[in-house]
């Protein structure tokens, strides 16, 4: 008879302890879903006036980029 109460409570106790894994993987899912990664993030921006730069002529380097010094992969 104790057997079985003892097989009784680790049943419970097992199927208790799934549905919180599975409750707590909904919520994940949910944060997740309501979060958007393509978004830059706020604190990372550029002063007015320093956006991102074409080059006017892809086969002349001007300015900054005609004075770096090629290297290696890193720098």
Do not use: K, S, Y
Request: aromatic letters at 4%; hydrophobic letters at 45%; a positive charge.
């Amino acid at each position: 008879m104790e057997t079985l109460i003892a097989l009784a409570a680790v049943t419970l106790l097992i199927a208790l302890g799934a549905r919180l894994i599975h409750r707590l993987n909904a919520q994940h899912d949910a944060r997740i879903a309501a979060h958007t990664f393509g978004a830059p993030f706020p604190a990372i921006r550029r002063p007015p006036g320093h956006g991102h730069h074409t080059p006017t002529e892809p086969t002349a380097p001007t300015g900054q980029a005609a004075r770096r010094r090629v290297m290696g992969t890193w720098p």
